[in-house]
Every structure is written in structure tokens, then in C-alpha cells.
């Protein structure tokens, strides 16, 4: 049925000096401080921030510190020198001797190999480590681009009935002011402007939010855009199946990469603290001159000078002390491992599952909305606006109209960031190097 709604000539027309302030000044001040910025892509958001977070450039040096661990691994130990003089007393203070001795440690049981294999683990650990903080850092980044990305749809969105209700506003207080609408039509719409408003300025807030924590991560200090918009797809192109990206992850992922390669450490540990075990072996040489007096003979005091050559081998023996408590730690920290690279696969092909789920219900949710959700809404919007300019409906039917079409769009919106979302997060879960 439609409805007229005609009030008597003559009423004052209410002031419309609310409906034509502008918008918040925080809202102005994020459109001057982004209106110029640079423009990037994910992928360039994803390079820049590879390149300068400061906290993945500070991590990137544990792979530096593993590599001088690798070099101090392969040194032998060092040999040692020392030196002794000896000095008659009492009786004989005519007798001494000086020796000068060197002694080398040989390494036995495997010690120094067992040492290099751990270290050289160490380092393909620490490689593993920051390859995966920089998909984990890549997932970020692209997560951030996504809700920049959403704030900004919702805000043209907001910002384009925003523009239609003053359009509207305007027509209606001429309306008012003639008597051809009633004042309650105009505070309606008042009302609707200032909730939009009050949307846009949370969704400012939220955009504002995004872009900062975009600059962050990307360590950037100038303002920065998002180029693209959330219809825009990832370069990222999933895989056929759940299973082939399954397979993938299990395959590709440097956090269950860098797991398996704690488990060699732990492996590694255990033949080292074996190696340990084993009896140390020194080599040792001394040379020196001893001399020495004999008083009380039939000719007098006679000294006697002796050169002495001596060789030698010194083996600790393992009696007390066999390692016993580093070899059970070995042992224990191998278990551990184990079970932390099991729960790390499972917890890979949940996360592809999850996001395999995700990206397809946000799929199926678009393909509800393009099939003529927002058209519809739109073109019911452009026909009760017309019928309301003749008077054939109400305010409230043009408002709740609007907020219908706004509803749709946000969960458009909504349905776009997370299909982005669940492919960022699939492209996390199943461990394709970032660019």
C-alpha cells in the first residue's frame, strides 16, 4: 500500500544547520594525511616489510651468530705450553733445573664431528626460524591490507548515503518549509545522517588503525595506501584440492621444517654427550736441564749436569663421571622433540583445513550476494527514493530501505575480506615463501 503523508500549511520549518556541518575532523585529517600517499599492492606491502622490519632484521642475526658457532665448532683444542725452574734449598743450594714442557689434547670418541653436525644443524635451524617469521610476518602484513581494505569499501559505502541523505535532507526541509512534509520526516532523516556519521567515524578509526599497523610492519615511517580493493584477488592461487594442499603444507612449511631439525639437534645432542663419555687423551713432551752436586767426595764437590727428554700420555678415567645426566637429558629432550613435531603436523593440516572451510563458505557467500543481492537493493533504493520525491512513501520506508542496502553491502564487504583473509591465512597454512 502506499502512503502520503501531507501535514497542514503553515509549520515552522525546524533549522538544518545539523545536517550541514562536516564531518568529524579526525575523519578530514586521515583523508588530507592519506589522500597523497603512496599506493602499494600486498605483495609490495609484503616485500617492504621482508625488507625493513626492524624485528625481522634483528632475528636474521641469529643466523650470523649461528654461523660463528658452525666456525668455533671446527676448532681443535689448543695446545699448552709451560715452564719450570727448580732451585736447590737447604743442603744443596747448588742444585736446580729448568724444563720447558707441551702438551696437546687429542680429541677422541668423536668429539669434534659430533660438535660441527650440531652446530651445522643449528644453523639450518636458525634458517628455518626466519623463514617462517617471514610467512608469519607476510600473514600479517596481508591480514593488516585486508582490513585497511574493508574500512575504506565501508567508508565510500557510508560516505556515498551520507551524500544521498543530504541530497534528500534538503528536499524534504523545502518540502517542510512549504508544508508538504512534516517535521518529524526531516528529524528522521536527521537522525539516520548522524548514525551514518557515527559509523564512518568508527570506520575511520578502524582504517586509520589498519594503515598504522601497515606502516609498522612494512618499518615504514611515511603514510602508505592500499592500492587494490577486496574484489581484487591474492596472486596467490590455491591449490586444486584440500588434500594437494595438504601435501604441500606437510611438505613446505619451515615451521615443521625447522621441528624436524630439532629433532636431528636433539638426535645430534645425544651422540655428542656420548662422545663426551669417552676417556680424554692428552699428549705431552718435556725437555729440561737438571743439575746436580755431590759434595762429600774423595776429589771435592763435583756437579753432574743431565739433559732429560721425557714423552708422555695422559687418559682421564671415566670412573665417576660418564656423562650419565647429559645422556638422559639427550634422551629426554629427543622424546620431546618427537612430540612436538607431531603436534606441529597437526596443527599445519588443521590450519589448512580451517582456511580450506573458511575460503570456501566466503566463496559460496559472494556468489549469493553477486547473484542480484546488492543489484536488487540498489534498484529498490533508486525506486522508493523516486516514489518518496512524489510522495508516495514514507521517510522510514527510504530509511529502512537504505539501512537494508547498507547491511548488504557491509556483509558484502565482509564476505570479501574474509574469502581475502581465508586465502592470506591458506597461503600461511600451507608455507609458500613469501615475495
Same mark, same amino acid.
Given at each position: 500500500?502506499?502512503?502520503?503523508?501531507?501535514?497542514?500549511?503553515?509549520?515552522?520549518?525546524?533549522?538544518?544547520?545539523?545536517?550541514?556541518?562536516?564531518?568529524?575532523?579526525?575523519?578530514?585529517?586521515?583523508?588530507?594525511?592519506?589522500?597523497?600517499?603512496?599506493?602499494?599492492?600486498?605483495?609490495e606491502f #609484503?616485500?617492504?616489510?621482508? %625488507? +625493513?622490519?626492524? $624485528? /625481522?632484521?634483528?632475528? !636474521?642475526?641469529? *643466523? &650470523? @651468530?649461528? =654461523?660463528?658457532?658452525?666456525?668455533?665448532?671446527?676448532?681443535?683444542?689448543?695446545?699448552?705450553?709451560?715452564?719450570?725452574?727448580?732451585?736447590?734449598?737447604?743442603d744443596?743450594?747448588?742444585?736446580?733445573?729448568?724444563?720447558?714442557?707441551?702438551?696437546?689434547?687429542?680429541?677422541?670418541?668423536?668429539?669434534?664431528?659430533?660438535?660441527?653436525?650440531?652446530?651445522?644443524?643449528?644453523?639450518?635451524?636458525?634458517?628455518?626460524?626466519i623463514?617462517?617469521?617471514?610467512?608469519?610476518?607476510?600473514?600479517?602484513?596481508?591480514?593488516?591490507?585486508?582490513?585497511?581494505?574493508?574500512?575504506?569499501?565501508?567508508?565510500?559505502?557510508?560516505?556515498?548515503?551520507?551524500?544521498?541523505?543530504?541530497?534528500?535532507?534538503?528536499?524534504?526541509?523545502?518540502? #517542510?518549509?512549504?508544508?508538504? %512534509? +512534516?517535521?518529524? $520526516? /526531516?528529524?528522521?532523516? !536527521?537522525?539516520? *545522517? &548522524? @548514525?551514518? =556519521?557515527s559509523?564512518?567515524?568508527?570506520?575511520?578509526?578502524?582504517?586509520?588503525?589498519?594503515?598504522?599497523?601497515?606502516q609498522?610492519?612494512?618499518?615504514?615511517?611515511?603514510?602508505?595506501?592500499?592500492?587494490?580493493?577486496?574484489?581484487?584477488?591474492?596472486?596467490?592461487q590455491?591449490?586444486?584440492?584440500?588434500?594437494?594442499?595438504?601435501?604441500?603444507?606437510?611438505?613446505?612449511?619451515?615451521?615443521?621444517?625447522?621441528?624436524?631439525?630439532?629433532?636431528?639437534?636433539?638426535?645430534?645432542?645425544?651422540?655428542?654427550?656420548?662422545?663426551?663419555?669417552?676417556?680424554d687423551?692428552?699428549?705431552?713432551?718435556?725437555?729440561?736441564?737438571?743439575?746436580t752436586?755431590?759434595?762429600?767426595?774423595?776429589?771435592?764437590?763435583?756437579?753432574?749436569?743431565?739433559?732429560?727428554?721425557?714423552?708422555?700420555?695422559?687418559?682421564?678415567?671415566?670412573?665417576?663421571?660418564?656423562?650419565?645426566?647429559?645422556?638422559?637429558?639427550?634422551?629426554?629432550?629427543?622424546?620431546?622433540?618427537?612430540?612436538?613435531?607431531?603436534?606441529?603436523?597437526?596443527?599445519?593440516?588443521?590450519?589448512?583445513?580451517?582456511?580450506?572451510?573458511?575460503?570456501?563458505?566466503?566463496?559460496?557467500?559472494?556468489?549469493?550476494?553477486?547473484?542480484?543481492?546488492?543489484?536488487?537493493?540498489?534498484?529498490?533504493i533508486?525506486?522508493?527514493?523516486?516514489?518518496?520525491?512524489?510522495?508516495?512513501?514514507?521517510?522510514?520506508?527510504?530509511?529502512n530501505?537504505?539501512r537494508?542496502?547498507?547491511?548488504?553491502?557491509?556483509?558484502?564487504?565482509?564476505?570479501?575480506?574474509?574469502?581475502?583473509?581465508?586465502?592470506?591465512?591458506l597461503?600461511?597454512?600451507?608455507?609458500?615463501?613469501?615475495?
Open positions: 500500500m502506499l502512503h502520503s503523508s501531507r501535514p497542514a500549511r503553515g509549520r515552522p520549518s525546524p533549522p538544518f544547520a545539523p545536517i550541514l556541518l562536516c564531518p568529524a575532523l579526525f575523519i578530514i585529517q586521515i583523508c588530507f594525511t592519506y589522500a597523497g600517499a603512496q599506493s602499494l599492492s600486498a605483495d #609484503v616485500s617492504r616489510a621482508l %625488507a +625493513a622490519n626492524a $624485528e /625481522l632484521a634483528a632475528a !636474521r642475526l641469529n *643466523i &650470523e @651468530r649461528a =654461523r660463528a658457532r658452525l666456525r668455533q665448532a671446527g676448532l681443535r683444542p689448543n695446545p699448552t705450553i709451560d715452564f719450570e725452574r727448580q732451585n736447590g734449598v737447604f744443596s743450594p747448588g742444585e736446580g733445573g729448568t724444563f720447558i714442557g707441551l702438551s696437546l689434547p687429542v680429541e677422541t670418541g668423536g668429539k669434534r664431528r659430533g660438535r660441527i653436525e650440531l652446530a651445522r644443524i643449528g644453523l639450518e635451524a636458525a634458517e628455518a626460524e623463514a617462517d617469521r617471514e610467512r608469519r610476518l607476510a600473514n600479517d602484513v596481508r591480514i593488516a591490507y585486508a582490513e585497511a581494505m574493508a574500512a575504506l569499501d565501508e567508508l565510500e559505502v557510508t560516505t556515498g548515503l551520507d551524500n544521498l541523505d543530504m541530497q534528500t535532507a534538503r528536499m524534504v526541509e523545502a518540502r #517542510v518549509g512549504e508544508g508538504d %512534509a +512534516a517535521p518529524l $520526516e /526531516l528529524n528522521l532523516l !536527521r537522525v539516520e *545522517i &548522524e @548514525r551514518l =556519521r559509523r564512518r567515524a568508527l570506520t575511520a578509526g578502524r582504517l586509520q588503525a589498519a594503515l598504522l599497523r601497515l609498522n610492519l612494512a618499518g615504514l615511517d611515511q603514510p602508505l595506501r592500499p592500492r587494490d580493493s577486496l574484489s581484487a584477488a591474492l596472486s596467490f590455491p591449490p586444486a584440492t584440500m588434500e594437494s594442499a595438504i601435501e604441500i603444507a606437510l611438505r613446505s612449511r619451515p615451521d615443521l621444517r625447522l621441528a624436524r631439525l630439532e629433532e636431528e639437534a636433539a638426535a645430534a645432542g645425544l651422540k655428542l654427550a656420548r662422545a663426551q663419555s669417552a676417556p687423551v692428552t699428549l705431552f713432551t718435556r725437555y729440561g736441564s737438571q743439575l752436586t755431590f759434595d762429600s767426595t774423595p776429589v771435592g764437590a763435583i756437579s753432574d749436569r743431565d739433559r732429560l727428554l721425557a714423552f708422555g700420555v695422559s687418559i682421564s678415567l671415566p670412573v665417576f663421571n660418564r656423562n650419565q645426566g647429559a645422556k638422559a637429558e639427550s634422551d629426554i629432550a629427543i622424546a620431546q622433540a618427537k612430540r612436538r613435531r607431531l603436534f606441529i603436523e597437526s596443527s599445519a593440516i588443521t590450519q589448512v583445513k580451517t582456511a580450506w572451510a573458511r575460503y570456501e563458505a566466503a566463496g559460496a557467500a559472494l556468489r549469493t550476494f553477486e547473484q542480484g543481492v546488492l543489484a536488487r537493493s540498489g534498484d529498490n533508486r525506486a522508493i527514493r523516486g516514489a518518496y520525491e512524489i510522495g508516495a512513501f514514507r521517510a522510514t520506508d527510504l530509511i530501505e537504505q537494508r542496502l547498507l547491511d548488504a553491502r557491509r556483509e558484502f564487504a565482509e564476505a570479501l575480506g574474509e574469502r581475502y583473509r581465508a586465502l592470506a591465512d597461503q600461511a597454512a600451507i608455507g609458500i615463501a613469501p615475495k
